[in-house]
Each structure stands twice: as C-alpha cells, then as structure tokens.
C-alpha cells in the first residue's frame, strides 16, 4: 500500500479501480460517453471501460470538445467516478465545474507529480479523500 498526496482542483472523494495509462487521450472521438468505452484504436487504453473506474491519466490532448463529451459522459452516468493526472487539466475541470452547477455531480481532479503518477497502474485499487490524499493498494 502506498500514499500519495496530491492537488485537488476539483475536491472530492472516490474510491475504485484505477485505469492507468502514461499516453494522453483526447475525448473527442476517443471516448464514447454513451458507454465509457475508450474508443481510440491507436490509444493503449483501447477497448477499456472507464466508467465508475479512477482514470489516471497525464492529460488530454486535443480540443476543448474533451470537456463536452465528459460532461455528456457525466449526465449519462458512464464517467470516472475521479481522475489523476499530473498537472491541471483545464478540459478535465470545466467538464466537472459545469457537472456539478447542473446536474450536482462534480468528478474529483487530483494532479500529483510524474513520479508519483508512474506507481500507479491498472488494477491497483484506488481511494481519493477530499483533501486530495491518494491510497493505492496495489494489485498482486
């Protein structure tokens, strides 16, 4: 078992199986909201479900849309229940400031430093308090 302190920018609580991936991903035309599913064929992530997972991701790449497709993802209950990454990620907090002003609904944003993100993989299982402290227990 490893902690881990990060930075909330959205605070929150979650707790899951973590969904772990070095490479960014654009939402836009990589992640089906209706679904979870990360549909990006070329993404090493590609065939996974995200949903009710911690997604542990550097950032995203790409447009803005990524913001728009979360928050659809969001409103269809088929999001994250919290994501990890290693800076801000603007798309990724709008999608959840705008998830919580309508729908009451926010996705926790932890950023923790590259260090501290490469701990942690596929499987672990993930818990995220509301001052942002990471608990990972990793998988066997």
Do not use: C
Not at 17 to 28: G, K, R, V, Y
Not at 73 to 85: D, Q, S, W
Not at 114 to 135: A, P, R
Request: net charge neutral; proline share 4%.
């Amino acid at each position: 078992m490893i902690t881990i302190q990060g930075k909330s920018f959205i605070q929150g609580s979650a707790n899951g199986i973590a969904l772990a991936t070095s490479e960014p991903l654009s939402f836009w035309g990589g992640y089906d909201w209706k679904t979870g599913e990360i549909i990006d064929r070329r993404h090493p992530l590609s065939g996974m479900i995200a949903k009710d997972k911690i997604l542990v991701i550097p950032f995203t790449r790409g447009s803005s849309t990524t913001t728009a497709v979360l928050l659809e993802a969001i409103r269809a209950k088929t999001a994250p229940k919290a994501i990890i990454t290693t800076s801000t990620d603007f798309f990724f907090a709008l999608a959840s400031v705008v998830a919580d002003e309508l729908y009451k609904m926010p996705i926790p944003l932890i950023a923790v430093n590259k260090n501290e993100f490469e701990k942690i993989k596929t499987d672990d299982e993930v818990e995220i308090d509301e001052k942002g402290m990471i608990t990972v227990t990793l998988k066997t």
